[in-house]
Structure formats: C-alpha cells, structure tokens
C-alpha cells in the first residue's frame, strides 16, 4: 500500500504509528526582562565611558580602549543569546553549537589581534628614493 496521497501526520509504517514530538517552551516573568535591560543599560554605558575616556593614557598601552570595548560587547552579545534567542533554556545540543560558536569568534579575534599586535616586528622600508637622489 502506498502512503504517497496520505496527509503528514497519518502515516503509517507497517504496524508502527509515528510519534508526535511536542516541544513545550520556557515562560520567562517580565521580571528577567527588566533584569536584562539593566544589565545591557549599564553596559551600553559603560562603553559610552570607554569611548570618552582615553585608556591609553592611564594604562600606557594604546589599543587599551578598541580591547575594553571589544569585551563590553562580547558581554552584551552574550546577555542577548542568552536570554532574547532563549539559548539559556534551551537543549544541551543547542548550548554547545552556541558555546562552539562563541569560542570560533574568539578564536578568530585572537588571530586578528596576534596579527595586529605584531606587525610592528617587521621593519617597514622608510620610504621609496631613487639611490641617485632624484
């Protein structure tokens, strides 16, 4: 018997009936929502402060700012697939592809950064003369 012109959830193999799988979803109280704002309000203030104050300054070491900002919003990107793409409550599988996701970019700024941070290693040629002098 064919099971070609039968509705989706009808069919059926032999004597086994396919299972329906029900996803139910987390509630979350206003109260986390508010919770969440605060946190992102400050941070997003912090990183107001990080662009007006001069880092490099106080802590001698220039990127300090591009650095401190950088991890202001891997905090706020984190806080926003935590609680707003709800991979907070999700299942085990969904968290290791987010975490695995997390640790990949920090992977590739970390060879942004090895790259930046190391170019002054090589001398640059001081500029472009003729050996006559013209």
Known sequence: M????QPAGNQTSGDSEVQEVVHTHHIIEPIVYIKVFSILVVLFLATLGVALFDLSKHLHWGPANIVVALVIAMA??????LYF????YASRLTQVFAVSAMLW??????FTFADYFTRSW??????WTTPGGR
């Open 2 to 5: 064919s099971t070609h012109n």
């Open 76 to 81: 706020k990107a984190a806080v926003i697939v």
């Open 85 to 88: 793409m709800h991979v907070k």
């Open 105 to 110: 970019l920090m992977l590739m700024f970390s």
């Open 122 to 127: 090589i001398p640059q040629p001081g500029s």
